[in-house]
């Protein structure tokens, strides 16, 4: 299991919100099929956790994480466009995560992955600073990032 490593990465990579250990943890072994590392010369240099939302045709990015020995590489579109291209992520229509303002490097890097594809992307204000988080953390924007058809999908991968 990868949990350790991925958790010293995601501390590494702020402004990411660290989660427990135990949580990386599980998401490397209860969620694989929908999360990937990536590794150089045996290092963990890449993380993606995401989740098929319950009910619905959507993949949920939780968290992408690149070491700055990595960044500069496309290494996080390159891994949204491996876990999109995954069986597991055949029905997703769209692609989401939440994103606060202030994170250019999250922004940066989904405007880039849905130039890329082709797909559209669209945000609002989701979960709010003062109605969800009690003050405590900036609003968090839900990002949408409507995936072309399967055809498309194939020659824009």
């Known amino acids: 299991m990868d949990g350790a490593e991925i958790w010293?990465?995601?501390?590494?990579?702020?402004p990411l919100d660290e989660?427990?250990?135990?949580?990386?943890?599980?998401?490397?072994?209860?969620?694989?099929?929908?999360?990937?590392?990536?590794?150089l010369d045996g290092d963990i240099v890449g993380w993606i956790s995401g989740h098929m939302v319950p009910g619905k045709e959507e993949f949920f990015v939780w968290q992408v994480?690149?070491?700055?020995?990595a960044r500069?590489?496309?290494l996080g579109k390159k891994m949204l466009k491996h876990l999109i291209a995954r069986d597991v992520c055949a029905d997703a229509k769209a692609l989401k995560t939440t994103i606060t303002r202030d994170n250019g490097a999250s922004w940066?890097?989904?405007?880039?992955?849905?130039?890329?594809?082709?797909g559209e992307l669209t945000d609002e204000p989701h979960f709010k600073r003062d109605t969800h988080f009690g003050g405590q953390?900036?609003?968090?924007?839900m990002v949408t990032i409507r995936l072309p058809e399967e055809d498309d999908w194939a020659k824009a991968a």
Not at 8 to 14: G, H, Q
Not at 108 to 118: E, Q, T, V
Not at 137 to 141: F, L, R
């Open 19 to 39: 989660n427990s250990m135990y949580c990386n943890l599980i998401q490397a072994d209860h969620f694989r099929d929908t999360c990937v590392v990536a590794e």
């Open 8 to 14: 010293d990465l995601v501390r590494d990579c702020s």
């Open 137 to 141: 953390h900036d609003t968090e924007h």
């Open 108 to 118: 940066g890097l989904f405007r880039s992955f849905a130039r890329s594809i082709g």
């Open 72 to 74: 500069g590489l496309g």
């Open 65 to 69: 994480a690149v070491s700055e020995k």
